[in-house]
């Protein structure tokens, strides 16, 4: 179906026939409407809100301005926003089950995508593990694949559950609709899996018996790349976790200095370890959470020595 085309208080909208009234009505007032709804993620290039507008909620996922070049890239190749609808609409048109974009807001300073939340859905990885969930994930994935659906990364976190077991794509972001996977690609993809702590190893065979066709052996293969990764993952970590980054923030008191995973459990609920080498026992305890340690969320070192202490997450039964 052809999508709307029409311009409102300055901003630019393409959306579905049933979205226009919307846009004349909750949404004319884009600044308004922003203002009062609910936000729920907060990144450096993006934004997550929830407004409730009568019978339906909506998601919008907001892209604030950016700088020169990016703004130049913009011009040549589109917004990230409007790469997000015209994704969505081609992931449907392959015929992959997918959360719909309903509109797509462009203006000189940014654009934002506006998505209705499916009530009583909740992502695959919530519903996690279930072994018949993972056969039938296995399936989906490969549905994914065939139709040369690309997204960076795919995972359980990405593809939402209705109550009834159907299965549908979200997040269009890092989303390429237009290129054919290589069998490598796949099984990187897949083996990305292995370190879900709702999918591991044994999951993984799981999904394989969905995933894989009639005479594939697929598992020794994506085992190896799992491994590959692993070792990646562990280098990277080791070295993000003393830098700040997405992961990662910079905190300072005035007798100290340390880093906390941004969106972590709150400090003043956690529990918190003395030691004498304050930034080595972080980065240990980061390594040893891979393996499924408890997950420290903070390190605070004395500015005039290595001694402070690393902060976890509290043990299940409030230990």
Same mark, same amino acid.
């Given at each position: ?108 300073? @940014?654009? &934002?995508?506006?998505? *209705?939340? =499916? #009530? +009583?859905?909740?992502?695959?990885? /919530?519903? $996690?593990? %279930?072994?018949? !969930? ?65 999918? @591991?190893? &044994?999951?993984?065979? *799981?999904? =394989? #018996? +969905?995933?894989?066709?009639?005479? /594939?052996? $697929?598992? %020794?293969?994506? !085992? ?96």
């Amino acid at each position: 179906m052809k999508d709307e085309q029409l311009t409102s208080n300055g901003v630019r909208w393409r959306c579905v026939k049933s979205f226009v009234p919307r846009i004349r009505g909750t949404f004319a007032d884009l600044e308004a409407a922003l203002s009062r709804a609910t936000p729920l993620r907060e990144h450096r290039v993006k934004r997550k809100y929830e407004v409730v507008d009568g019978d339906a909620t909506w998601f919008i996922k907001l892209y604030p301005k950016q700088g020169g070049l990016a703004r130049l890239k913009s011009l040549v190749q589109g917004t990230r926003a409007r790469h997000e609808y015209e994704a969505a609409g081609e992931v449907a048109r392959r015929g992959v089950p997918c959360v719909p974009i309903d509109a797509v807001a462009e203006w000189k300073a @940014g654009g &934002a995508v506006f998505i *209705r939340k =499916l #009530e +009583g859905w909740r992502t695959v990885n /919530e519903a $996690l593990p %279930d072994d018949r !969930l993972l056969v039938h994930y296995g399936e989906f994935c490969r549905a994914v694949h065939d139709a040369n659906v690309w997204q960076d990364d795919f995972n359980p976190t990405n593809v939402l559950l209705s109550p009834t077991g159907e299965m549908r794509l979200i997040d269009y972001e890092r989303l390429d609709p237009r290129r054919a996977i290589p069998e490598r690609e796949r099984l990187r993809l897949l083996a990305k899996l292995v370190r879900m702590p709702t999918v @591991g190893r &044994a999951g993984l065979d *799981r999904v =394989l #018996e +969905g995933y894989m066709r009639t005479g /594939e052996d $697929l598992r %020794d293969r994506i !085992l190896a790349l799992a491994e590959r990764q692993a070792r990646i993952d562990r280098a990277k970590l080791a070295k993000n976790c003393l830098l700040e980054n997405r992961t990662f923030a910079k905190i300072e008191t005035p007798d100290h200095v340390g880093f906390c995973r941004r969106g972590a459990w709150p400090l003043e609920e956690a529990r918190r370890k003395p030691v004498d080498d304050a930034y080595a026992a972080w980065r240990e305890a980061n390594l040893q959470a891979l393996d499924g340690a408890p997950r420290p969320v903070a390190v605070l070192r004395e500015r005039k020595g290595k001694r402070g202490w690393v902060a976890f997450e509290p043990l299940p039964g409030g230990g």
